[in-house]
């Protein structure tokens, strides 16, 4: 039935956008009458922030095309870039204040006992193509997402204490969701969790066609969001623009309502040095994951744009060692360098050998900060204060190998070289992203430091994908050179990188049983503070995983680079964060302050 | 005597400049894997003769370059302090063409490194990793075209004296061989070998995926100089008087193709280098933290590289002489043989 309303009604309402004022009065008024102003029965969301003015184009280029839209299936960082500015969810985290806000829920009660949580959802609330969002969407969506043939990315999340959070509706704007044991991260739990149209959905999802719904080519009409933006058109291998949804829930301080833009254009721009030249010819208004040099470039020569340093984000670059359990024959020569690798003396003393400094120095220009732990100083809530940052000593390295039964012998050009017990040469290959210019500079330092240890190390950079596929397959592998950025600042969101079965267990991944004592202790930390509420029990559990990986050194942690980005001056209230989306967490607010200068084709 | 002069001269040119090479330990100030963490992208030093204050000195010196206040990549030069400039010093262990070990030195500066041509990304020394990248390239190149006229003159005997079926067989593969697009077929055979390949092993595979690839053309040219001069007179004479093909071909035949050999070779030295250079610019040839050209100038596939810095061009400058130096050999061989042939022997012209 209600379907059946539904067509006319949007043809009236994109009518309603084209034509100008007057004409717009003379429509019926249905509970929504002019988009730009809020209607009695809504309850926008008003966000502080400078008061923009409506209008105009930014145009933001993409390294790679995203490969879906589906929130569902979302893995790679492009596609959930896009999705971010199309949809919503029940409770976001503010990427600027790095605190949860009341998204599509107004209102969250949690239960003394942290087992229920009650969320109350926004009055009047509308999909980007009008239709009405009420508590059976919500209920829709989990069901979606807790569903194992969907195969959602991110399910592991909503599994608690080994059960599913179950979700419970009450009336039409309330909903409860019930959980088997307390859960640690509280309500940041439902950012990322983007609510889905039931209306449209749900067909497709009963005749098992979910998965492979959603791509960029999808028809705009059978698409629908909560985002700031809907979908408009998309051009394969060039351009995917959104323009403004009209039934956006948020307004500015003055209660107009948000996003400000018209329209919001990604073009893909496969190589970063690509989407430099674009964005200092203009063509580009803004610019997000810009390397240091390509940083240091743009600011030099500034004018026209503001470059703009976020600070250190939450991305970690390591450098980890083999330590799979592999089977005898088909790797000989790895499980041999497998007893150093296995050595906690060797990976220290490799860890004092690095000059962490230097990385920062000559691979960020000095925008970065060292490491000596998995969180970075931009995660300052969560990281251990107390992980000793010791300087570089190649003393303490060569006292640590000498105790691991290492020794140097001389060879006949006079360079010494460090051989193991069995008066073996130690030399190893350190595996890196061809891609990834700052990861083989990375390697090609750590392999000057190991030569004055008597190591050998090859850097041998590799195609991304087959890079992956030995660490994670095959395990053909030495040691590799890898970074990883947290999504989020909670713990929980690396849990597949510290629990021992995790698939993100880079150094030994998804192991039937912890292989080592001190991995057992970190898989019981992760689980506690897990259940553990309120955040100085569960910073104490955490505090320890991190001292205990700082000690084992499973990954010797290098180094994090500054989150920069750049953008116009003429776009105002440009303010990149931390966290992912870096400069379009707040694209609803961003607008251009000489009125619509960029309309323009 | 002119065009004897005129190739003496490009020879001597040659062998110069290969010296300057194969003797980089003594011409390079450092050694070229030494970093130097505090001094990245370095711009090249100047040599002064002259001081801040206004005077002369005898002996050259140049200010150590520091970083501007609050920046991280520009520098300016330190006038407080000059450091003076050493000839023949000591400095690094290196072997001299790989053997005589030595410490010694054209120039060097104490207390101070001197970046002649500027640094790298790691502050190593741009004019020691040009002269060492030299030894490889330039090696590379001549190994490569070593292996390619011998298959090449191998081949082109062949085809050319025993004729028939063979010939058509060997010259449809050479046609193959020309079009090949080589450089693909080169990144599919680098997949293929182990991960690591040491500095000696991913070198050796280069010299021998460029002579593989090059031989094609020597041997057509040979195999054309072979059909000539089968059917003259003094090859005909000599096989009635029963010479063996095998004598024939080294006594009579092999000679007279000399000319197309040898400025053949000239020609693709060069050619090979730049094959080495292109190999190693795209990740194929010798590991960090070893130099070659190609690897050299790889850097500036990185555009803050390209428009930053300035002196990571420089590589790509220093062929300029050697393929100057081979093309004025090769047309100075080209035109004593024409010569030499259309003096001493009538009748028979280069084709």
Same mark, same amino acid.
């Given at each position: 039935?209600?379907?059946?309303?539904?067509?006319?009604?949007?043809?009236?309402?994109?009518?309603?956008?084209?034509?100008?004022?007057?004409?717009?009065?003379?429509?019926?008024?249905?509970?929504?009458?002019?988009?730009?102003?809020?209607?009695?029965?809504?309850?926008?969301?008003?966000?502080?922030?400078?008061?923009?003015?409506?209008?105009?184009?930014?145009?933001?280029?993409?390294?790679?095309?995203?490969?879906?839209?589906?929130?569902?299936?979302?893995?790679?960082?492009?596609?959930?870039?896009?999705?971010?500015?199309?949809?919503?969810?029940?409770?976001?985290?503010?990427?600027?204040?790095?605190?949860?806000?009341?998204?599509?829920?107004?209102?969250?009660?949690?239960?003394?006992?942290? &087992?229920?949580?009650?969320?109350?959802?926004?009055?009047?609330?509308?999909? *980007?193509?009008?239709?009405?969002?009420?508590?059976?969407?919500?209920?829709?969506?989990?069901?979606?997402?807790?569903?194992?043939?969907?195969?959602?990315?991110?399910?592991?999340?909503?599994?608690?204490?080994?059960?599913?959070?179950?979700?419970?509706?009450?009336?039409?704007?309330?909903?409860?969701?019930?959980?088997?044991?307390?859960?640690?991260?509280?309500?940041?739990?439902?950012?990322?969790?983007?609510?889905?149209?039931?209306?449209?959905?749900?067909?497709?999802?009963?005749?098992?066609?979910?998965?492979?719904?959603?791509?960029?080519?999808?028809?705009?009409?059978?698409?629908?969001?909560?985002?700031?933006?809907?979908?408009?058109?998309?051009?394969?291998?060039?351009? &995917?623009?959104?323009?403004?949804?009209?039934?956006?829930?948020?307004?500015?301080?003055?209660?107009?309502?948000?996003?400000?833009?018209?329209?919001?254009?990604? +073009?893909?721009?496969?190589?970063?040095?690509?989407?430099?030249?674009?964005?200092?010819?203009?063509?580009?208004?803004?610019?997000?994951?810009?390397?240091?040099?390509?940083?240091?470039?743009?600011?030099?020569?500034?004018?026209?744009?503001?470059?703009?340093?976020?600070?250190?984000?939450?991305?970690?670059?390591?450098?980890?060692?083999?330590?799979?359990? &592999?089977?005898?024959?088909?790797?000989?020569?790895?499980?041999?360098?497998?007893?150093?690798?296995?050595?906690?003396?060797?990976?220290?003393?490799?860890?004092?050998?690095?000059? #962490?400094?230097?990385?920062?120095?000559?691979?960020?220009?000095?925008?970065?900060?060292?490491?000596?732990?998995?969180?970075?100083?931009?995660?300052?809530?969560?990281?251990?204060? *107390?992980?000793? #940052?010791?300087?570089?000593?190649?003393?303490?390295?060569?006292?640590?190998?000498?105790?691991?039964?290492?020794?140097?012998?001389?060879?006949?050009?006079? $360079?010494?070289? +460090?051989?193991?017990?069995?008066?073996?040469?130690?030399?190893? *290959?350190? +595996?890196?992203?061809?891609?990834?210019?700052?990861?083989?500079?990375?390697?090609?330092?750590?392999?000057?430091?190991?030569?004055?240890?008597?190591?050998?190390?090859?850097?041998?950079?590799?195609?991304?994908?087959?890079?992956? $596929?030995?660490?994670?397959?095959?395990?053909?592998?030495?040691?590799?050179?890898?970074? +990883?950025?947290?999504?989020?600042?909670?713990?929980?969101?690396?849990?597949?990188?510290?629990? *021992?079965?995790?698939?993100?267990?880079?150094?030994?991944?998804?192991?039937?049983?912890?292989?080592?004592?001190?991995?057992?202790?970190?898989?019981? &930390?992760?689980?506690?503070?897990?259940?553990?509420?309120?955040?100085?029990? #569960?910073?104490?559990?955490?505090?320890?995983?991190? $001292?205990?990986?700082?000690?084992?050194?499973?990954?010797?942690?290098?180094?994090?680079?500054?989150?920069?980005?750049?953008?116009?001056?003429?776009?105002?209230?440009?303010?990149?964060?931390?966290?992912?989306?870096?400069?379009?967490?707040?694209? $609803?607010?961003?607008?251009?302050?000489?009125?619509?200068?960029?309309?323009?084709? | 005597?002119?065009?004897?002069?005129?190739?003496?001269?490009?020879?001597?040119?040659?062998?110069?400049?290969?010296?300057?090479?194969?003797?980089?330990?003594?011409?390079?100030?450092?050694?070229?894997?030494?970093?130097?963490?505090?001094?990245?992208?370095?711009?090249?030093?100047?040599?002064?003769?002259?001081?801040?204050?206004?005077?002369?000195?005898?002996?050259?010196?140049?200010?150590?370059?520091?970083?501007?206040?609050?920046?991280?990549?520009?520098?300016?030069?330190?006038?407080?302090?000059?450091?003076?400039?050493?000839?023949?010093?000591?400095?690094?262990?290196?072997?001299?063409?790989?053997?005589?070990?030595?410490?010694?030195?054209?120039?060097?500066?104490?207390?101070?490194?001197?970046?002649?041509?500027?640094?790298?990304?790691?502050?190593?020394?741009?004019?020691?990793?040009?002269?060492?990248?030299?030894?490889?390239?330039?090696?590379?190149?001549?190994?490569?075209?070593?292996?390619?006229?011998?298959?090449?003159?191998?081949?082109?005997?062949?085809?050319?004296?025993?004729?028939?079926?063979?010939?058509?067989?060997?010259?449809?593969?050479?046609?193959?061989?020309?079009?090949?697009?080589?450089?693909?077929?080169?990144?599919?055979?680098?997949?293929?070998?182990?991960?690591? !390949?040491?500095?000696?092993?991913?070198?050796?595979?280069?010299? !021998?995926?460029?002579?593989?690839?090059?031989?094609?053309?020597?041997?057509?040219?040979?195999?054309?100089?072979?059909?000539?001069?089968?059917?003259?007179?003094?090859?005909?004479?000599?096989?009635?008087?029963?010479?063996?093909?095998?004598?024939?071909?080294?006594?009579?035949?092999?000679?007279?193709?000399?000319?197309?050999?040898?400025?053949?070779?000239?020609?693709? !030295?060069?050619?090979?280098?730049?094959?080495?250079?292109?190999?190693?610019?795209?990740?194929?040839?010798?590991?960090?933290?070893?130099?070659?050209?190609?690897?050299?100038?790889?850097?500036?596939?990185?555009?803050?590289?390209?428009?930053?810095?300035?002196?990571?061009?420089?590589?790509?400058?220093?062929?300029?002489?050697?393929?100057?130096?081979?093309?004025?050999?090769?047309?100075?061989?080209?035109?004593?043989?024409?010569?030499?042939?259309?003096?001493?022997?009538?009748?028979?012209?280069?084709?």
């Amino acid at each position: 039935m209600r379907k059946d309303r539904l067509s006319p009604w949007r043809c009236r309402i994109t009518l309603s956008l084209l034509l100008a004022c007057a004409s717009l009065l003379t429509l019926p008024v249905r509970g929504f009458a002019h988009p730009q102003q809020a209607s009695a029965q809504e309850e926008l969301l008003a966000v502080p922030g400078e008061t923009g003015r409506p209008g105009g184009r930014l145009v933001i280029s993409l390294r790679a095309e995203p490969k879906t839209l589906n929130p569902l299936t979302a893995a790679d960082a492009i596609s959930r870039e896009v999705i971010g500015a199309m949809q919503a969810d029940l409770v976001h985290i503010n990427r600027g204040t790095q605190l949860t806000e009341p998204a599509l829920a107004k209102s969250w009660k949690i239960s003394p006992d942290g &087992l229920q949580y009650t969320l109350t959802l926004r009055q009047g609330l509308r999909f *980007s193509d009008g239709h009405r969002l009420d508590a059976d969407d919500v209920l829709f969506t989990f069901r979606v997402y807790l569903d194992e043939s969907v195969h959602a990315t991110q399910r592991d999340l909503l599994i608690v204490g080994g059960k599913p959070i179950v979700v419970r509706k009450v009336d039409g704007q309330t909903l409860v969701f019930q959980f088997a044991k307390p859960y640690g991260v509280e309500e940041r739990l439902f950012d990322g969790w983007d609510i889905l149209p039931r209306h449209l959905l749900e067909k497709p999802y009963q005749e098992g066609k979910l998965g492979q719904l959603w791509t960029p080519s999808t028809p705009p009409n059978e698409w629908a969001g909560l985002g700031p933006f809907r979908l408009k058109e998309y051009v394969a291998g060039q351009k &995917l623009v959104l323009e403004r949804n009209p039934y956006y829930w948020k307004s500015d301080a003055k209660g107009n309502r948000l996003p400000y833009l018209d329209e919001l254009v990604f +073009l893909f721009v496969p190589s970063a040095d690509a989407q430099v030249l674009r964005f200092q010819s203009g063509e580009t208004d803004l610019i997000t994951r810009v390397g240091a040099e390509n940083f240091s470039v743009l600011a030099r020569q500034q004018t026209a744009y503001t470059m703009a340093d976020a600070g250190p984000g939450l991305e970690y670059n390591f450098l980890f060692f083999n330590l799979n359990d &592999l089977s005898e024959k088909s790797s000989a020569d790895v499980m041999r360098k497998q007893k150093w690798f296995r050595d906690v003396k060797f990976r220290q003393a490799v860890s004092a050998a690095i000059d #962490r400094e230097a990385i920062v120095r000559l691979v960020y220009l000095g925008r970065g900060a060292a490491l000596w732990g998995p969180v970075t100083p931009g995660n300052g809530r969560w990281a251990d204060a *107390s992980i000793a #940052r010791l300087p570089r000593s190649l003393d303490r390295a060569r006292t640590l190998l000498k105790d691991a039964g290492f020794s140097w012998s001389m060879a006949s050009n006079g $360079e010494s070289t +460090l051989v193991d017990s069995d008066h073996k040469p130690v030399e190893f *290959s350190i +595996l890196t992203s061809a891609s990834n210019a700052d990861r083989t500079k990375m390697a090609t330092l750590i392999q000057d430091d190991l030569k004055q240890l008597g190591m050998r190390a090859q850097v041998v950079p590799l195609e991304f994908r087959s890079l992956v $596929e030995r660490v994670t397959q095959t395990k053909e592998y030495d040691a590799c050179l890898l970074g +990883l950025a947290s999504l989020d600042f909670d713990p929980n969101s690396d849990l597949n990188v510290w629990l *021992s079965s995790g698939g993100t267990h880079l150094w030994n991944p998804s192991q039937p049983h912890p292989a080592t004592a001190w991995e057992a202790e970190i898989d019981r &930390l992760m689980e506690q503070q897990l259940a553990t509420p309120g955040y100085s029990q #569960r910073k104490k559990l955490y505090d320890r995983v991190q $001292e205990i990986l700082a000690e084992n050194q499973p990954m010797i942690f290098l180094a994090s680079p500054d989150i920069l980005a750049g953008a116009k001056n003429s776009i105002a209230n440009f303010h990149p964060a931390v966290l992912e989306p870096y400069a379009l967490w707040n694209v $609803e607010q961003l607008y251009f302050r000489n009125g619509t200068e960029n309309t323009r084709r | 005597m002119k065009l004897r002069g005129k190739f003496t001269k490009w020879f001597v040119f040659l062998v110069l400049l290969h010296c300057v090479v194969a003797g980089a330990g003594f011409f390079a100030p450092y050694n070229p894997a030494e970093q130097d963490r505090q001094r990245p992208y370095l711009p090249p030093m100047r040599i002064h003769c002259m001081d801040a204050q206004g005077d002369l000195h005898l002996r050259p010196f140049f200010y150590p370059l520091r970083l501007r206040e609050g920046s991280f990549e520009q520098f300016e030069e330190d006038t407080g302090t000059a450091v003076p400039l050493y000839f023949f010093t000591r400095g690094a262990d290196y072997h001299l063409f790989g053997i005589v070990p030595s410490r010694l030195h054209l120039f060097g500066a104490a207390g101070a490194r001197i970046y002649v041509l500027g640094s790298d990304a790691y502050g190593r020394d741009q004019l020691s990793r040009i002269l060492f990248g030299g030894q490889v390239s330039l090696l590379a190149g001549l190994l490569g075209a070593g292996v390619t006229m011998l298959l090449g003159a191998v081949i082109g005997l062949a085809a050319g004296y025993y004729g028939g079926w063979r010939d058509d067989l060997l010259m449809r593969v050479a046609e193959l061989f020309l079009a090949l697009p080589w450089l693909y077929l080169l990144f599919a055979l680098r997949a293929f070998l182990p991960l690591s !390949v040491g500095p000696l092993e991913a070198f050796l595979l280069v010299v !021998v995926a460029i002579g593989l690839v090059g031989w094609a053309r020597p041997a057509r040219l040979v195999r054309g100089v072979v059909l000539t001069v089968k059917e003259r007179d003094f090859v005909r004479a000599a096989r009635g008087f029963g010479a063996s093909d095998i004598y024939l071909l080294r006594r009579h035949i092999l000679p007279e193709t000399a000319s197309v050999l040898l400025t053949q070779a000239a020609i693709l !030295v060069p050619q090979f280098v730049l094959a080495e250079m292109t190999l190693s610019f795209l990740g194929l040839g010798v590991p960090e933290p070893m130099s070659s050209w190609g690897n050299l100038l790889a850097t500036l596939q990185q555009y803050s590289v390209l428009v930053s810095y300035w002196w990571m061009y420089l590589p790509a400058l220093a062929i300029v002489p050697f393929f100057l130096g081979y093309l004025g050999l090769a047309s100075a061989l080209q035109e004593r043989f024409d010569t030499y042939k259309i003096s001493e022997k009538s009748g028979w012209s280069r084709t």
